[in-house]
């Protein structure tokens, strides 16, 4: 019979019963000196709540400031306490891509001009300004209808067209200040007292500005305005009156026999006595110029500066961009028989640049 070998690495692993009977209150005891690290609690997060940002001003640098509008915000008033004038509420539209505010949504409002020149990758703005003489009950060429001047003026409206101050043109062209999109220049030569009858209520209607050029001569009663009613006109805040000459004289031609020197005299006459009588009688400044005929040379020009006018306008149509020539500017003449299509071409609000 064979005899059981105990097995060597058996023997040597094993650990004696009465080892474990002391080890045991020693794991305990040292269990109890030296507890576990606690583990970190586990809770279920909760939803955040976001917030809307406090309404004011949240954010602000050199070129723009981040507002929260409240409650009773408007547009105008936005544009009136950031950027100095309720008529600038378009750059914040424009800016934000959005048609009106909303309380308690953020707002981008640039305090710099971001494109004050008008110039995208595509071409550049220009800014058509638009002639008239008379408006009345009958239509000549000179003579625009009621009704189609009505037509017109709510065709603009209805188009989404920016009526402009003439005034507004020298910050654009010096690149100080960019003009809203689709801007449009509309004025009245001459002074005739139908500008007053039936241009003047339409005008109002739509809240539309324009400028007229009167020539002094004509002024006082009978078919030309009168103070009175130019007054009214100006206090409107709508109608800014500016030159046209004193005499509505060509000045470009001179008079038989007439020398250098009393030819520019006799410009310098025509072009400093309406703004001195219109000055007088009128609050504001006269610094605006409609050629008569639409006519200028480098006499009536020089003549022009020296007088201290900023702007001259031509009848020569097509719209102005921001290097346009502001003493020659370009106007375009919309005539008394002009049909809708006419008058949706003299309209050029936009040049495009075909770099194909």
């Not at 080892?19 to 576990?36: D, H, N, Q, R, S």
């Not at 058509?128 to 009621?146: K, T, W």
């Not at 960019?178 to 030569?189: E, G, K, Q, S, Y």
């Not at 001179?254 to 310098?268: F, K």
Request: aromatic share 8%; with cysteine; net charge positive.
């Amino acid at each position: 019979m064979r005899r059981h070998r105990p097995n060597p690495l058996r023997k040597r692993n094993a650990m004696p019963t009465r080892f474990l009977k002391i080890l045991a209150p020693l794991l305990v005891i040292a269990g109890c000196a030296t507890p576990p690290a606690p583990q970190p609690e586990v809770s279920t997060p909760r939803p955040e709540t976001v917030e809307p940002p406090p309404a004011g001003v949240v954010a602000r640098n050199e070129r723009f400031a981040v507002y929260v509008p409240r409650d009773q915000d408007t547009l105008a008033s936005v544009a009136r306490e950031f950027l100095g004038s309720e008529s600038r509420a378009w750059e914040i539209t424009q800016f934000n891509n959005v048609a009106s505010i909303t309380a308690g949504e953020a707002l981008a409002i640039p305090l710099r001009p971001v494109n004050p020149l008008g110039v995208s990758a595509k071409g550049y703005q220009t800014v058509p300004i638009l002639c008239y003489h008379r408006v009345g009950p009958q239509a000549n060429l000179m003579i625009m209808p009621r009704e189609t001047f009505a037509a017109q003026m709510e065709y603009l409206a209805r188009n989404n067209y920016n009526v402009i101050r003439l005034a507004d043109l020298p910050d654009f062209m010096s690149g100080r200040r960019p003009l809203p999109p689709r801007a449009v220049v509309i004025t009245f030569d001459d002074g005739h007292v139908s500008s007053y009858q039936h241009a003047y209520p339409i005008l109002r209607q739509y809240g539309f500005h324009a400028t007229f050029f009167v020539y002094t001569d004509f002024l006082g009663g009978g078919e030309g305005l009168t103070w009175a009613q130019i007054n009214e006109m100006s206090k409107s805040g709508l109608i800014d009156i500016q030159s046209h000459s004193k005499s509505h004289a060509n000045l470009i031609v001179r008079l038989p026999g007439e020398s250098d020197q009393r030819y520019a005299e006799r410009v310098q006459t025509e072009l400093r006595v309406p703004r001195e009588v219109v000055e007088r009688n009128v609050p504001g400044k006269v610094t605006h110029h409609a050629f008569p005929f639409g006519d200028a040379n480098q006499v009536v020009l020089e003549r022009l500066v020296q007088t201290g006018h900023e702007l001259g306008l031509t009848v020569n149509p097509g719209g102005n961009a921001f290097f346009s020539y502001p003493l020659m500017l370009r106007r375009t003449m919309i005539f008394g028989g002009a049909s809708m299509d006419n008058f949706r071409a003299a309209l050029q609000v936009f040049r495009d640049v075909d770099l194909r």
